[in-house]
Nanobody
């Protein structure tokens, strides 16, 4: 089992920046990918970005490409999501996820991931 705890959410004006953190612990040696998802009220949870444990592979949703950056610091057991040029449509609860089943690619569906954090709220005002 992997435990995930997100932090760093908050209220920011459009065009601003936030950095989310996800501290992970537990059976992390068997984790292949880490990902970020988000869920707005009344909408399904959607993929944002993912990264391999060794940082050799990253992938982003088209809606955040060029604005968000995912990174991982294994020494600190932390995954980050740097969010720049935020838009009101980025408002959502953001969730960190871990994929512990082997695959070449991380997948962009919530069902591809095994462990989840409790989420952190990001609100972007216009």
């Amino acid at each position: 089992q992997v435990q995930l705890v997100e932090s760093g959410g908050g209220l920011v004006q459009a065009g601003g920046s936030l950095r989310l953190s996800c501290a992970y612990s537990g059976r992390t040696f068997s984790t292949y990918f880490m990902g970020w998802f988000r869920q707005a009220p009344g909408k399904e949870r959607e993929f944002v970005a993912a990264i391999s444990r060794r940082s050799t592979y990253t992938v982003y949703a088209d809606s955040v490409k060029g604005r968000f950056t995912i990174s991982i610091d294994n020494a600190k057991n932390t995954v980050y999501l740097q969010m720049n040029s935020l838009k009101p449509e980025d408002t959502a609860a953001y969730y960190c996820a871990a994929k512990r089943t082997f695959s070449v690619l991380p997948g962009n569906s919530p069902g591809d991931y095994d462990s989840w954090g409790q989420g952190t709220q990001v609100t972007v005002s216009s």
